[in-house]
């Protein structure tokens, strides 16, 4: 059973940084894309960034040269390097596994941007 669980989360002044990590369990890794998501109060679920097996990146523009997704297949886990953080952001970030017949969901960490 594939098992993803979220990490890093926390409160953070307006222009910090946090570094979210998801450990995967249950599953070959490194054959797999991963992502992150974010959902904010009263909105929909929004792709943040993917990572593909090979490494590929892809962000979404409104985190585009602020936040680094990266894989490490080593220790099964995705990271979300996040800078320059804004009230924006304020959501909760869950991270996916997807195996293209099914997609898998961590349970999210709450990251509040905020003075």
């Known amino acids: 059973q594939v098992q993803l669980v979220e990490s890093g989360g926390g409160l953070v002044q307006p222009g910090g940084s946090l570094r979210l990590s998801c450990a995967a369990s249950?599953?070959?890794?490194?054959?797999?894309?991963m992502g992150w998501y974010r959902q904010a109060p009263e909105k929909q679920r929004e792709l943040v960034a993917t990572?593909?097996?090979?490494?590929?990146?892809n962000y979404a523009d409104s985190v585009k040269g602020r936040f680094t997704i990266s894989r490490d297949n080593s220790k099964n886990t995705v990271y979300l390097q996040m800078n320059s953080l804004k009230p924006e952001d304020t959501a909760v970030y869950y991270c996916?596994?997807?195996?293209?017949?099914?997609?898998?969901w961590g349970q999210g960490t709450q990251v509040t941007v905020s003075s």
């Open positions: 249950g599953s070959i890794f490194s054959i797999y894309a």
């Open positions: 990572i593909t097996s090979s490494g590929r990146t």
């Open positions: 996916n596994q997807d195996q293209i017949v099914r997609v898998y």
